[in-house]
């Protein structure tokens, strides 16, 4: 067989791709974790805010509060001290009093910031310093009883702890980022300090003592104390009082305490005496003191009242921040629940559509698409409705199926222009040979009439020889194209024909049938429709077994029943071929190749003849490695094509012949026993009746020569090829003289005839 190697293609590697599920994730998992991370930032940051607000609340009440007692009590005394050092005719038991109580107020502060923990670091650092002034206090008392230092030395002592007190509340709710609280806190402090400045007048008050005289450096720090604790109230505090505290400042500002302090603070201002030790002081100031009692208890207990409510507010404050937080991760989740349902939801749809849409197309690629080529290739109608159609869908997805629809409309339109083309270039390509065979028949013709006419003349008739077995070829060849071009080969027998006569016969279409060695085992005929297909298959593989083998060497067909029907195999001693190359063969062989490659493989073009009569047939060519190294092409016949051909008497020596049977007759012959196969026994026929010869003419020495083998004219044509043939010029000469032509015939028949007789004869 012919040796060729297959092409080694270049392999191109697609680059990796991420899969549309894994990008839809992807798409979903980042505003998901993007909205999951801000909900939990924004949980944690109110948490924080909320326990802030908590521990400032319990910072304020375990401390605030004692903190604050401890500061009404430290102005008495501060005011006390002051008084006593003044001259002023104070109880040494009233004194004694007010400092243990200061004690009492100041033992609980320390126990209450020792319980609480540690704190901001302002508060902290405010409360050592309390803490510190504390401990400094005894020291004072005992100077301030031994009349040691100054009055102003000692009143300073008082105020600057007092004021250390004051900004422990005024840090207490700075880090807080609830403004309310921080306006609200504000509020408060400036209260405390309101009451500090009225606390000093008392305190610089308390220091004229008797004789009613203050320093001008006291005066004008009770000028400073009047008007601050004034603008403070009229511009700091009572705008930003709630309703009620408001209200109730007012209810203090309108008492008559409060109208002496207002009287007594402006007789002070406008009625007080030059002197040389500073300002007289007008005799109002004696009702100071009695009604500083009243109205500063009543400012004391407004600022604690604010105080509380300060306190229970950032309680409140701080609950619903917990509260917000747990709204918030419950919406949060919530909202992330529902992204999720969605998420998923968008992207089992996307996947399930795509899935859909994968498999319609698949189906069509693999399933539909090809049977609508394959019944365009085969001129049958196609279903419309079978094929996918576009639905105009604005999504993406539709518009991917619509795209596919519209190129699978485009393939099935090409496909159709290429199925008519086909048609008709098989049209065209049946006429073409039609013609031809016409010619070709008419050259078969003129043959053998000049073979009748000029017999006697043994150069003339061996050039005939040679233009009949040329023509006969050619006529083959011409058969090749009508089977290519669709057209049917009909077959002109009526009457089964032996396998042995069969092999013959495709035998004689070789022009090297003298390498052709035949062993016939079974005797089995094969249906007269099929004859001429059968033939011309083998003939093929002949011819090709032949031409790809050494010269001298022997192309041996051999044929036996087998269990699937007729085994027929050709062996030659071609080169060798490459494993990849036989099954690229076998796969054109068992598929019937398409007419697409034909102008790819036109040298090449007995293989695909082979296929498309095996699948006609029904058979299997297979092409396998020889053991002698060369091809071994084994056809098998369905066993549907074959029949038993009938018992005769054949004698028992078989006699020499006289006369050389053509190629195309089928001899008589007593049949050995067949074998039957699973599909049953074979129908029994008679063997077609061998067809008489003409004897050959007496040779110029006298002597006898046997006859010349005699083709009989359109024994296997194809329709179309049977037609009236007209004298054409002959063949060029041959070198082979009609001696060697019938002596190669005598050797080729009487050889195979002893050895189909010896086999019968052998057989039960």
């Known amino acids: 067989m012919e040796p060729e190697g297959p092409r080694a293609r270049p392999v191109l590697r697609r680059p990796r791709t991420v899969r549309l599920r894994t990008l839809l994730i992807l798409l979903a998992l980042v505003p998901t974790v993007a909205m999951g991370t801000h909900v939990a930032v924004t949980a944690e940051r109110l948490l924080a805010q909320s326990r802030h607000l908590r521990d400032d609340v319990a910072?304020?009440?375990?401390?605030?509060?004692?903190?604050?007692?401890?500061?009404?009590?430290?102005?008495?005394?501060?005011?006390?001290?002051?008084?006593?050092?003044?001259?002023?005719d104070v109880p040494e038991e009233a004194l004694r009093a007010q400092r243990a109580a200061t004690d009492t107020a100041a033992e609980s502060f320390r126990h209450s910031s020792a319980a609480a923990g540690p704190g901001t670091e302002e508060s902290d650092r405010r409360l050592v310093e309390v803490i510190k002034g504390l401990d400094d206090l005894d020291a004072h008392r005992e100077r301030a009883d031994a009349r040691i230092g100054s009055a102003d030395g000692l009143v300073v002592f008082y105020s600057d702890l007092i004021g250390q007190m004051i900004r422990y509340f005024q840090d207490g709710f700075s880090h807080t980022d609830d403004a309310g609280l921080t306006a609200e806190s504000r509020v408060v402090v400036t209260m405390f300090t309101a009451t500090e400045m009225t606390a000093q007048e008392d305190t610089i008050l308390a220091l004229a003592g008797p004789s009613r005289e203050?320093?001008?450096?006291?005066?004008?720090?009770?000028?400073?104390?009047?008007?601050?604790?004034?603008?403070?109230?009229?511009?700091?505090?009572?705008?930003?009082?709630?309703?009620?505290?408001?209200d109730r400042y007012s209810e203090i500002t309108g008492s008559v305490p409060w109208t002496v302090k207002t009287r007594v603070e402006n007789a002070i201002l406008s009625d007080h005496e030059d002197t040389d030790a500073g300002k007289g002081l007008p005799r109002e100031i004696d009702d100071w003191a009695a009604a500083h009692r009243t109205w500063s208890a009543q400012l004391d207990a407004l600022n604690t009242s604010r105080t509380r409510a300060l306190l229970t507010h950032g309680n409140a404050r701080a609950t619903e921040l917990e509260t917000e937080v747990a709204w918030l991760i419950g919406g949060g989740g919530g909202a992330l629940l529902i992204v999720t349902v969605v998420v998923v939801f968008t992207t089992r749809s996307v996947?399930?559509?795509?899935?859909?849409?994968?498999?319609?197309?698949?189906?069509?690629?693999?399933?539909?698409?090809?049977?609508?080529?394959?019944?365009?290739?085969?001129?049958?109608?196609?279903?419309?409705?079978?094929?996918?159609?576009?639905?105009?869908?604005?999504?993406?997805?539709?518009?991917?199926?619509?795209?596919?629809?519209?190129?699978?409309?485009?393939?099935?339109?090409?496909?159709?222009?290429?199925?008519?083309?086909?048609?008709?270039?098989?049209?065209?390509?049946?006429?073409?040979?039609?013609?031809?065979?016409?010619?070709?028949?008419?050259?078969?013709?003129?043959?053998?009439?000049?073979q009748d006419r000029f017999g006697s003349d043994e150069a003339l008739l061996a050039q005939l020889m040679r233009s009949d077995q040329l023509t006969v070829g050619m006529r083959r060849q011409i058969e090749n194209l009508l089977i290519l071009s669709g057209g049917e080969i009909p077959d002109p027998h009526t009457e089964p024909m032996r396998v042995a006569d069969l092999l013959r016969e495709a035998a004689a279409e070789v022009e090297d049938f003298r390498r052709i060695e035949r062993q016939a085992l079974d005797e089995i005929s094969v249906e007269p429709r099929v004859?001429?297909?059968?033939?011309?298959?083998?003939?093929?593989?002949?011819?090709?077994?032949?031409r790809f083998s050494p010269p001298r060497s022997k192309v041996v067909i051999r044929a036996e029943l087998v269990a699937d029907g007729l085994s027929v195999e050709i062996e030659d001693r071609g080169p060798r071929v490459t494993p990849a190359r036989y099954e690229e063969m076998n796969g054109r062989l068992h598929s019937a190749p398409p007419y697409s490659v034909l102008a790819e493989n036109a040298h090449r073009l007995g293989l695909f003849v082979v296929g498309h009569l095996a699948d006609r047939l029904g058979a299997t060519v297979t092409l396998r490695r020889s053991v002698y190294g060369g091809t071994s092409a084994v056809v098998i016949v369905p066993r549907g094509l074959l029949v038993a051909t009938e018992r005769e008497h054949e004698p028992a020596a078989a006699p020499a012949p006289t006369a050389v049977v053509a190629p195309a007759p089928a001899a008589a012959a007593a049949p050995a026993a067949l074998p039957t196969?699973?599909?049953?026994?074979?129908?029994?026929?008679?063997?077609?009746?061998?067809?008489?010869?003409?004897?050959?003419p007496a040779a110029r020495d006298g002597a006898a020569r046997p006859a010349l083998p005699e083709r009989v004219p359109q024994t296997h044509m194809a329709e179309q090829l049977r037609e009236p043939r007209a004298a054409e010029t002959a063949a060029a000469p041959d070198a082979a003289t009609p001696q060697e032509?019938?002596?190669?015939?005598?050797?080729?028949?009487?050889?195979?005839?002893?050895?189909?007789?010896?086999?019968?004869?052998e057989q039960p």
């Not at 375990?62 to 001290?81: D, V």
């Not at 032509?741 to 004869?761: K, P």
């Open 59 to 88: 910072a304020g009440e375990r401390i605030g509060m004692p903190l604050h007692t401890l500061m009404t009590e430290m102005q008495t005394e501060r005011t006390m001290t002051a008084a006593r050092w003044a001259g002023t």
């Open 214 to 246: 203050l320093s001008t450096r006291r005066f004008a720090d009770f000028v400073n104390a009047v008007g601050a604790h004034r603008h403070l109230y009229d511009r700091w505090i009572v705008p930003f009082l709630p309703t009620a505290d408001a």
């Open 351 to 450: 996947l399930r559509r795509l899935r859909v849409l994968h498999d319609r197309t698949v189906t069509v690629a693999e399933e539909t698409l090809p049977d609508v080529v394959a019944r365009l290739q085969q001129g049958r109608p196609v279903d419309a409705a079978a094929l996918p159609s576009v639905g105009g869908e604005p999504d993406e997805v539709g518009r991917v199926g619509d795209a596919f629809a519209r190129a699978v409309a485009v393939s099935v339109e090409g496909h159709r222009q290429l199925a008519a083309e086909r048609h008709g270039f098989g049209l065209f390509a049946s006429g073409i040979a039609s013609r031809t065979g016409n010619l070709v028949s008419r050259q078969l013709a003129l043959t053998e009439e000049l």
């Open 531 to 546: 004859i001429s297909q059968i033939s011309h298959l083998l003939a093929e593989l002949l011819d090709n077994a032949t």
């Open 677 to 696: 196969g699973e599909a049953g026994p074979l129908p029994v026929r008679r063997a077609t009746p061998p067809r008489p010869t003409p004897a050959l």
């Open 741 to 761: 032509v019938a002596d190669a015939w005598d050797d080729y028949e009487q050889g195979t005839r002893t050895v189909e007789i010896e086999l019968r004869q």
